[in-house]
Structures are given as structure tokens and as C-alpha cells.
């Protein structure tokens, strides 16, 4: 019996306009999560249509070597990126690091240990990061950016705004050594690209550190301990910023009073671009390659066609805002608003 009130009831949505809606979201969330292989594609055919130059065995050379320290410094950052924190000092960390080995074998220390303490100090300041952000609760972005300008302050201070090249060859002579002509220090890159991939994703610490990134109250109940794996991923990162000022000091064969300035923000930029969210809990080691490949080639690519260094800086920037306006796409989409 009717009460006189008439009710309209949307219509019914069939099953496939449920499948076909869910396909496109599916498709273009793959799109979103995968544009960088697709910008780094488009990239090279524009670069190589320029100038021939940019396809030969040596500028390919070039951007590997050039992708070593970059790579391994966006790998660094990537780290506290998925536990949604920052860490603003691995460039500086770099920097430091690096003088600090280099200048123990002036004190006796073989080459190879002054290399291990450059790495196990930039160990030691992530892990200073860490305790800050866990134990002191200090927001991470302002405790990273203070260790950003104390670590610029000391190196300026060991160097005495010199530049360091008393190094011997053995120091170096990863930098330097190639295969034929094919430079070795890329590999140093790959070994730690699929450390972090399987890191990641075949243990037990990976899959804390995406949960404590997703949800870090949520991995509390679940009985995981959040600090804890702050607290290794902040160690991680200082480790690879380690590596990184290694790679670089034995590239360069010096390192100067400024080492490591101006990796900072493109160290940033390539996760992102990559997939990494600014939000923590996504992100793949795939996706940072890439974003690490199409941030040298950008560079590399510019040089080759003579294109004015000026404008550099922008294009990175622009860069970075294209790939944060698009991870928030991916968040709205993940989250179906």
C-alpha cells in the first residue's frame, strides 16, 4: 500500500559498466604509475632526432656514470620517503662522509678502510637522524634540514675551503677502472639497486616498512614497531649517502669544500617521478631507476643539444611539480575520491 510519497530509485548498474568502469581506472592508474618509462622514451627519440650524438656508446657511457651517485643518492632518500618521513641531509652526508675517509688514510688507514669509515660515518649520521625523529619526536623535515647545514658547516670547516686530491689510485681506482671501455662504477649502482629491490620485497623488514608508511598507527596494533624501522631506514639511507660520496670522491678524484651541493633536490625529484609517494607506504625500486635515468638523460640530453644551462634548473623543477601533482592524482585515485 502506497503512502503517497513517490520514491525514485536510481537504476541499476549492470555488472559490466562496473567492470569497464573499473577497467579504465585499473588502466589509467597503471598509465599514472608507469609515465616515466613513458617520458624517458619520448625523451630519448626527441634528444637523438636533435643530435645522432646523444645514441653513441660514449654519451650512453656518460649518463651511467652520471646515474651512479644520483641513483644511489635517490635510492638514500627513498627509504624515509616510504616510511612517510624526509631525509634532507643525504647530499651533505655525501659530502661529509666522504672527507672523512679520505682524510683517515692520512693518518695511516689503507685505502680500503678509509672507504669503509667515509661509509660507516654517513651510517652514523643516518642513524643520529633516525634517534632524533623517533626518540626526540623532531619532524624529520626540520631536523634533516638543521643536519643539512651542520654537515655543510663541517665540511667547509675539515676542508678549510680547500679542495682535497691527495688520494692514492687504490682510493680512486674504482672511479677510474672500466672493462674494456665500459666504466665499472655503474655496477656499484645495480648491487645496490637490487639489494634495496629485494630488500624490499622479499623480507620481512620491506613489507614493515611500506605498512609503517601507510599506516603507521595501524602497523602498531599489528604489533610491528614503527620506531624501530624508522629508525633502520633513516640508518639505510645515511649508509647508501655513504656509498655515494665514495663513488663520487673516486670519480672526481677530489672533493671540494662544497661536495655534494646541487644533487640535493634532483635526489628528490627522481623517486618521486618514479612512483615513490610523498605520503609513504608506495614506490618501487623500478620506478626510481627510471626516474633516475630520466633525470640524466633530461641532463645529459640538454648538453648535447646545446640547449642554454640556464633554463636547467626549471626544467628540474618542473619536473618535480608535474610528478608531486601526479602522485596526488595516484593518492585520490588509490583512496576513490
Sequence with gaps: MSDGASVKSSPPVS????????????????????????????????????????????????????????????????????????????????GFSSVIGALTINYGVPWWGGALIGILAGAGVGLFNGLCVTRLRMVSLI???????????????????????????????????????????????????????????????????????????????????????????????????????????AWQMAITSNQGEGFLLYSIAAPIIGGVSVFGGRGSVVGILGGVLLLTTIQAGLAVVSFPSFYVPMIGGLMIFVAVAIDAVRVRMSAGR
Design 15 to 94: 555488472e559490466g559498466a562496473r567492470q569497464a568502469r573499473g577497467g579504465k581506472s585499473g588502466t589509467l592508474q597503471w598509465l599514472l604509475q608507469n609515465v616515466v618509462w613513458f617520458w624517458l622514451l619520448g625523451l630519448i627519440v626527441i634528444f637523438g632526432v636533435f643530435n645522432p650524438y646523444f645514441f653513441t656508446i660514449n654519451n650512453m657511457q656518460n649518463i651511467m656514470v652520471q646515474a651512479t651517485v644520483l641513483g644511489l643518492l635517490a635510492l638514500a632518500i627513498s627509504l624515509p620517503l616510504l616510511v612517510a618521513e624526509i631525509d634532507l641531509s643525504i647530499a651533505s652526508n655525501m
Design 143 to 249: 631536523e634533516t634540514l638543521a643536519m643539512m647545514i651542520i654537515l655543510q658547516g663541517a665540511l667547509l670547516a675539515i676542508t678549510e675551503g680547500n679542495t682535497v686530491a691527495n688520494m692514492p689510485d687504490e682510493y680512486t681506482w674504482i672511479g677510474q677502472a672500466t672493462v674494456g671501455t665500459w666504466p665499472i662504477m655503474p655496477l656499484v649502482f645495480v648491487v645496490c639497486l637490487v639489494a634495496e629491490a629485494i630488500v624490499l620485497r622479499r623480507t620481512v623488514l620491506g613489507r614493515s616498512i611500506y605498512a609503517v608508511g601507510g599506516n603507521a598507527a595501524a602497523s602498531t596494533a599489528a604489533g610491528i614497531r614503527v620506531d624501530r624501522i624508522k629508525i633502520i631506514a633513516f640508518t639505510l639511507s645515511g649508509l647508501l649517502s655513504g656509498i655515494a660520496g665514495y663513488m663520487l670522491a
